[in-house]
């Protein structure tokens, strides 16, 4: 028994703990909690924290299991009240759903159950109280939910199918002839001396001078195919919270500290290009330049706004491309790998020039696998969100006792 159901994967989110009360023993069919007057009993509560810990997953107490059967309680009601009902043949199709998991039959599961002395109604209701909800909600926020095919292409574009997302906070340092040695050396003190987020943050804040200092360095989930070579092999080896050596990307000294990691089951995308327009503004890096790029910054909203405001641009002066992520230099691509579309960087400076670099958009070739998965996602992580929202609403609502 616990070899296989060790091996199930639970898909809920939902290890054997105290499973009952000493009242639970004495009194099993007494209430342990009523929910808009249906009593939940100590026998249920025993038996689903029973059940909890033969899964190995969470609420495996009296407490846990409690608070679960009032939430399902909730549900179920709710469900019932929006006129649905399961079938006979539902209820066997969820059963034989959830028992697969274990590469085992409703009956096979059922009595490796009742060995550990979880009783089949146990289960039973436990999935049967699941497909009360899973309809609810589905009938309630699925035609809201489910992505268009735009959307879903917009975040592939943005590396939503990776592997891996992760999530940092940034110190950006530009880098000129005259004060490499000094960025260089203040970079490494920042790297040695740093210790926290907190801290981190207040740094970004004081010497950073990417777009991102004035919220501490924070950057939005990225891909971490999108990142620059050289910051992605700092990145993979820190763990949460730890902040990485400098990296010098020829124009810019950068340091990272990663926040949060995102593993994504869905395949990444087979290729990747990035559509982004470049004016040089001659002076390098100064304020005078700065000021030039935030007046055009806001005068434009999108990339093709550039060729009527900027009519006599020299030759070379304003470009756009389009070009793999793989083909550009560490630093533009470091750059463009933060943007989104309409977004822009002035961090990068060239041959005396302040490069005013605009993100037009991303393009992504996906196969219809990725594609289909990624879709599914995004519905499932929208669905998930109304939930919450619609559980936390009944529970406002409810007459709960214990």
């Known amino acids: 028994m616990t070899r296989f159901l060790a091996t199930l994967t639970v898909a809920i989110t939902l290890g054997l703990a105290g499973l009952a009360t000493p009242g639970a023993a004495q009194q099993p069919f007494a209430a342990a909690a009523t929910v808009n007057g249906l009593a939940i009993t100590n026998f249920q509560v025993q038996q689903r924290a029973r059940f909890f810990g033969l899964l190995r997953a969470p609420n495996a107490d009296a407490q846990g299991a409690t608070d679960v059967l009032i ?103 530009p880098l000129t002839p005259e004060n490499q040695a000094e960025q260089a050396a203040l970079a490494q003190r920042l790297s040695d001396t740093i210790s926290g987020q907190a801290a981190f943050e207040q740094a970004a804040r004081t010497y950073s001078k990417s777009n991102s200092a004035r919220s501490g360095g924070r950057i939005d989930y990225v891909d971490l195919n999108a990142l620059a070579p050289p910051i992605a092999s700092q990145v993979l080896t820190l763990a949460p919270g730890e902040i990485s050596d400098p990296v010098n990307l020829g124009s810019f000294i950068g340091l990272f500290i990663l926040r949060g990691l995102d593993d994504s089951p869905a395949n990444a995308p087979t290729a990747l290009s990035v559509d982004y327009a470049e004016y040089l503004i001659p002076g390098g890096r100064t304020a005078e ?114």
Do not use: H
Request: hydrophobic share 45%.
């Open 289 to 402: 330049t700065l000021g030039i790029a935030a007046q055009l910054q806001d005068r434009i909203d999108a990339c093709d706004d550039l060729y009527g405001v900027l009519p006599n641009a020299g030759q070379g002066q304003l470009t756009r491309q389009t070009v793999p992520t793989s083909s550009l230099a560490s630093d533009l691509r470091q750059e463009l790998a933060k943007l989104d579309e309409g977004e822009v960087s002035t961090l990068l400076t060239r041959d005396g020039f302040l490069r005013f670099i605009m993100m037009c958009g991303r393009e992504v070739e996906a196969d219809d696998e990725a594609f289909t998965r990624l879709g599914q996602r995004l519905l499932n992580q929208r669905l998930g969100s109304y939930a919450d929202g619609l559980l936390a609403e009944l529970r406002a609502d409810a007459i709960i006792t214990r």
């Open 71 to 173: 939430d399902e309680a909730l549900q179920v009601q709710a469900a019932r009240a929006a006129g649905i009902e399961l079938t006979a043949e539902d209820l066997d199709a969820g059963l034989v759903e959830f028992a697969g998991r274990a590469n085992l039959s409703p009956d096979a599961f059922i009595a490796a159950l009742e060995q550990e002395g979880v009783a089949a109604e146990t289960f039973r209701d436990f999935v049967r109280n699941g497909l009360y909800w899973r309809n609810l909600v589905q009938q309630r926020f699925g035609p809201q939910s489910r992505p268009n095919e735009a959307e879903v292409r917009r975040t592939l574009a943005r590396g939503g199918a990776a592997n891996v997302r992760v999530l940092l906070s940034e110190i950006a340092l």
